[in-house]
């Protein structure tokens, strides 16, 4: 064994991380001895021993931050030291880490640990955490040898090879640089029909909900929405083709996987690849279940949806955010409010389950659009389920808003010292955290007034 994979907390707990199943997939085609550790569900199903039972809840705990960070590294470093010298004393030569926002410390923590008892262990760190050389400055920089930013699939047995043998990376499609103190390696991302499958052998399947599976049809955003930091890091749009997914979708039913949530930025990126797609399920004959994002774009037909009910969709999460027209332009989000208003009701009709994400308090929104973000749900409500998202604006690290606040107006207050603090923004005319939350608050009572649920917000903002 000579090559190891580690996913850290917090990461999916329903099913399988994608991300690992890809990177798995891939390591396995390539005939690399590989291992995979999921500290994430093993850490997930043992919570309550440790005391962290909280620190998954709805994602949104920032392992990285304040009291959570001084929680687990109290009572999760005896096992993390533990596991360390294992690792060391192992015939393990190249481990490799995903990390994101959320566990970066825990990430460079453990990769430390390790190092301190086997320097000679080579560390890789991949994930969506380095998109930007921003999130590159806040690790140390000697938490790993080697920094992948990009898709890991094509690259990632590349590089272990490289490694073990002691020789430079063969092959093209990366760039190959010092930033911020690290040795960085950027992956020029590729034919997403050339990444092999995702491969779910080495978890622990039955820690998850049975026969549930994320899936992938497409990366990177056919929108570029400013708030939203999809887009800066999946650049550019890719989709697969029909038979590829098909393909896919197909191994994984045969092994008894029958629900499939699309991660797709949205599943609409391509009209024409999703109704064949859809062809294709109802002509298999095989008998699923999917959910995904859609987004409320022109030029759906209505056709689509009764297509795409009959293939076994079961929920579409419409990203409509607001109900005026001028802030989407604002957004720069390709929405079209009078087609999501038909939409919304076609989806209905057919019997697929509205859910609808809100978001209110854009920096130049005005009382008058807000309203008509009223109006629109007043107009669409006979429709929608679920509020899966409403939330007061909140500055997504990466995105262009975040990137360049002053273009929106934005100012942000001088004493942030946490994520939280910085979400305390305001403009000169007004919008502030307290009518930011105003607004939430009011379209979280109509949801209760009219029966529809609420899925993710945050209260406490
Ligand atoms: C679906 C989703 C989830 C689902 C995951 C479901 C599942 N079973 O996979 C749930 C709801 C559980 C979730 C949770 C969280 N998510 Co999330 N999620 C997404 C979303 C929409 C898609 C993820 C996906 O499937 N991507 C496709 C895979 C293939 O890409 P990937 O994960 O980036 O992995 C590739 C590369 O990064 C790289 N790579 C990854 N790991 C490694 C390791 C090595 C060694 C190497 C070499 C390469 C490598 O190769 C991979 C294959 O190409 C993304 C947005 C997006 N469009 O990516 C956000 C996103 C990944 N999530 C994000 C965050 C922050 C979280 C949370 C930490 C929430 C929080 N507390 O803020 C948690 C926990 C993260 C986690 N690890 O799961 C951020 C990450 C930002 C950052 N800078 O770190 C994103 C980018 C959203 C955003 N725009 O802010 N998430
Ligand atoms: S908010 Fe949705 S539609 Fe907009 S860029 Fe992000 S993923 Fe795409």
């Known amino acids: 064994m000579s090559f190891l994979l580690i996913s850290l907390p917090p990461a999916a707990i329903e099913k399988p991380h994608l991300a690992m199943g890809y990177l798995l997939g891939s390591l396995k085609s390539n005939k690399i001895d590989y291992h995979f550790m999921d500290l994430n569900i093993e850490l997930y ?12 809840q709805n994602y949104d705990v920032n392992w990285s931050e304040g009291d959570c960070f001084r929680r687990w590294k109290t009572s999760l470093s005896p096992l993390l030291e533990e596991r360390a010298r294992d690792i060391a004393g192992s015939p393990i030569r190249v481990i490799g880490i995903g990390a994101n926002r959320s566990n970066h410390k825990l990430a460079s923590y453990f990769a430390g640990l390790i190092k301190q008892r086997n320097p000679s262990i080579c560390v890789v760190m991949g994930g969506p955490l380095f998109s930007s050389v921003k999130e590159l400055h806040i690790l140390d920089d000697h938490c790993a040898d080697i920094f992948v930013r990009g898709e890991g699939e094509m690259f990632l047995p590349r590089l272990i090879n490289a490694l073990l043998e002691e020789r430079s990376i063969s092959g093209g499609n990366f760039i190959n640089r010092m930033i911020a103190n690290k040795q960085v390696i950027d992956v020029i991302n590729g034919d997403i029909d050339a990444i ?3 491969c779910y052998d080495n978890f622990d399947i039955n820690c998850y909900r049975a026969g549930f599976l994320s899936m992938l049809a497409s990366r990177g955003c056919v929108s570029s929405c400013a708030f939203c930091a999809d887009n800066q890091i999946w650049k550019p749009y890719r989709g697969r083709s029909v038979d590829n997914i098909l393909s896919e979708i197909t191994m994984h039913y045969d092994h008894g996987f029958h629900v499939f949530e699309f991660n797709d930025s949205a599943i609409n990126g391509n009209t024409r690849v999703l109704t064949d797609l859809c062809r294709g399920i109802i002509k298999s004959k095989i008998k699923l279940t999917w959910l995904g994002n859609f987004i409320p774009r022109k030029g759906m037909p209505r056709e689509l949806f009764a297509i795409m009910a009959q293939s076994g969709c079961y929920e579409l999460r419409f990203g409509v955010e607001t109900g005026s027209q001028r802030i989407h332009r604002s957004m720069h989000k390709i929405v079209d409010l009078t087609s999501a208003e038909g939409y919304l009701r076609y989806a209905h009709e057919e019997g697929i389950h509205v859910s609808v994400n809100i978001m209110v308090g854009f920096p130049n929104e005005e009382q008058a659009d807000f309203d008509m973000t009223l109006d629109f749900l007043e107009r669409t409500k006979a429709s929608i389920e679920k ?4 939330l007061p604006f909140l500055i997504y690290p990466m995105s262009e808003v975040d990137q360049c606040p002053e273009r929106f107006g934005i100012k942000i207050p001088e004493d942030q010292h946490s994520r939280k603090e910085y979400q305390h ?5 007004g919008n502030t955290l307290e009518l930011r939350l105003q607004r939430l608050d009011t379209v979280v009572k109509f949801a209760h007034a009219n029966g529809i649920q609420v899925g993710f917000t945050r209260a406490e903002f």
């Open 387 to 390: 509020f899966s998202v409403v």
């Open 45 to 56: 199903h043992r919570r309550a021993e440790f005391g962290i039972e909280d620190m998954w």
């Open 196 to 198: 092999p499958f995702p």
């Open 425 to 429: 923004w305001y403009t000169d005319e």
